[in-house]
């Protein structure tokens, strides 16, 4: 259950000067502002432009959104008698959070997809005030069932479930909510205003039914755990699956991973509502005890793992039993004012679709897009061992695309003299990786790097969004001693993306956990998609989405580079740009 980023910073604000109870994203109808938005959001002037742009240049091809209004959490999605089904918060009345209800819509790829009629809708005393983010979990007998929050008559956080109306339709179209709903309630000790977004259920060897749902103690998040024998009647564990000192824990997801050895792993996700990112950690999983414990080696709080270092939260997997692996999905929030929302007619965006697994080192989760968004590449443009010279301000044009504002880049970079790499400043140990980036951006003068695209690019370079590395010399003994003798820094940096001075532009990084010594090169992918900036680093070892609204560069008129700020050359040993086309969205009448 997420908010916008932009107006959770109003809402820090005011809540220091409002003595308000906590509550759900209901607590947003206490701005006048977006009151006033709300009561004209069936009067979207798509037809103004926005930043300068009509609507159409800034929105996407190919990632998902529907063809109007505001979307945020992915929910309950999976894979059922041949058909990819995703749900998602969604506002049928305007471009503004409010009205939310699951949406819902199918795919046979994940690229195409089909719009349905809303699946979940306030219809009862139990979900009232709200129908918010939850999971899909399908039955032993193949009966997929919906676990959500509703809001109750008595403003509580309580869980429910629906079901399909008819098995048989592979569309799923309808749902019906059972009469004994809830069938999870906050009892005396739970926190009935922070007690949502519930997991997908899993079934253990002694056949009870688990799941997990976010709530909070005070500061403290928590994954309480949940068991049931019938899906129906569901009691408290003895303890919670996990619990950290990071403010409340939103959408957690728990699943199993497979690991290098041939064992598995679990990994516990968690959206820290205070932060608006979200962390991870995979670790043992005890069915017995139902005790859950991180790798010893893993950061477990704030500073831990992410799936994205960008603008990605409210996350959801689901298993693709079809193609035998586990696919991410991730909300996408807007950059720009609730005002410019409602006049474009639509907010918020789906990532990619992605494949996650461990990695073969068994030190962090691989991502990458999955291969079916490859279908909509187009004209190709190849480029080979190309040089871009050191000493700063170097670059070229990657030229013979329709339109790189909608485009697939990968390249590989290839670092000519790893002996000129800066020191990793000791002021920045301990420090996140954004930190480094927002000193080292990606117009100062480095030893290797920054180097890598400009992307949404003007004719004059005026505007411009930086997807980059860096890379610096370890200073630390026990890091040499490990083999690694270098930080790599990968940034996303629009912060001259656009004449929009209203603009939120800050930049995102994260550090790639690659050994460049051994090879001297990085891989970097990037995908274009006008309003969107989607980055995997170190063949998918670090990602970082952004969202970017240029003045100039837009449709036709945008431009690719290669740049290299650094004093080592660099050499483009392989880079492939591909246009995209954009995905069908059509509607089921």
Known sequence: ????????????????????????????????DLQSLEAVQGENVVDEPVHGKHVDEL??????????HWINDPNGVMYYKGVYHLFYQYNPKGAVWGNIVWAHAVSKDLVNWVMLDPAIYPTAPFDENGCWSGSATV???????????????????????????????????????????????????????????????????????????????????IAALYRSRDFKRWAPARRALHSGDTGMWECPDFYPVTSPGGGV??????????????????????HTTDAYVPDATLADGDDGLRYDYGN??????????????????GWANESDSAAAD???????????????????????????????????????????????????????????????????????????????????DPAWRGADAQTVCAARGADAKGGVGPFGLWVLASDELKERTAVFFSVFKRDDADDVAGGKKHVVLMCNDPSRSSYAEELYKPTFAGFVDVDIAATGKISLRTLIDHSVVESFGGHGKTAILSRVYATKAVGDKARLFVFNNGESDVKVTNLNAYDMGSAKITTDR
Not at 365 to 377: D, N
């Open 139 to 221: 039955l032993p007998d193949g009966t997929p069932v919906i676990m959500y929050t509703g809001i109750d008559v008595d403003g509580r956080q309580v869980q429910n479930v629906a079901y399909p109306k008819d098995i048989s339709d592979p569309y799923l179209r309808e749902w019906v909510k059972p009469g004994y709903n809830p069938v999870i309630a906050p009892d005396a000790g739970v926190n009935a205003t922070a007690f949502r977004d519930p997991t997908t259920a899993w079934r253990g060897p002694d056949g009870v039914w688990r799941l997990v749902v976010g709530t909070k103690d005070n500061h403290r998040g």
């Open 312 to 329: 990605f939260y409210a996350s959801k997997t689901f298993l693709d039993t079809e193609k035998s692996r586990r696919v991410l999905w």
């Open 59 to 68: 929105r996407t091809g190919f990632h998902f959104q529907p063809p109007e």
């Open 1 to 32: 259950m997420a908010i916008g980023r932009l107006q959770v910073f109003f809402l820090f604000g005011l809540l220091a000067l409002l003595p308000v109870a906590e509550a759900s994203h209901r607590i947003f109808r206490i701005f006048p």
């Open 265 to 286: 792993k679990h990994v516990l996700k968690v959206s820290l509502d205070l932060k608006r990112y979200e962390y991870y950690t995979f670790g043992e999983y005890d």
């Open 342 to 424: 409602v006049r474009k007619g639509w907010a918020g965006v789906q990532a990619i679709p992605r494949k996650v697994w461990l990695a073969p080192d068994g030190k962090q989760l691989m991502q990458w897009p999955v291969a079916e968004i490859e279908s909509l590449r187009g004209n190709h443009v190849n480029v080979t061992d190309k040089l871009v010279r050191g000493g700063g301000g170097n670059y070229f044009e990657v030229t013979g695309l329709a339109t790189p504002a909608q485009a697939d880049v990968e390249a590989t970079f290839q670092v000519m003299d790893l002996d000129k790499a800066e020191p990793f």
